[in-house]
């Protein structure tokens, strides 16, 4: 299980990477971080960091996925049992609340 699910959960987690919101994408076993960020290149923060994290954080929850908002980032810890599929489904929703986010913060 070690070597399958937490890999994958990797993998998933770190194609985040490359939203315009997401300044850096980190993942140990199945924990994961991502940091927010105004300007990604430079990793530059929000002036009010805990606002786009509780924004992301929002648009998650309301579409069935909890994660948790620390400032200016968004931190996961799925079940030991998590398989493949809902690993996908927490990557879909990430990056659909991320999407949501930053569509509201560039209007």
Do not use: C
Request: charged share 25%; hydrophobic share 45%.
């Amino acid at each position: 299980m070690r070597d399958d699910i937490g890999p994958y959960f990797g993998r998933g987690w770190a194609a985040l990477a490359d939203h315009d919101l997401v300044g850096e994408a980190v993942s140990i076993g199945l924990m994961g971080g991502l940091q927010l960020a105004a300007e990604k290149s430079t990793r530059t923060r929000y002036a009010k960091p805990d606002q786009v994290g509780a924004l992301v954080r929002n648009h998650a929850l309301a579409n069935g996925l909890v994660l948790r908002a620390t400032g200016d980032r968004m931190l996961a810890s799925p079940p030991l049992v998590i398989s493949h599929a809902e690993v996908d489904e927490m990557a879909r929703i990430t990056r659909l609340a991320l999407d949501l986010a930053w569509k509201e913060l560039k209007s």
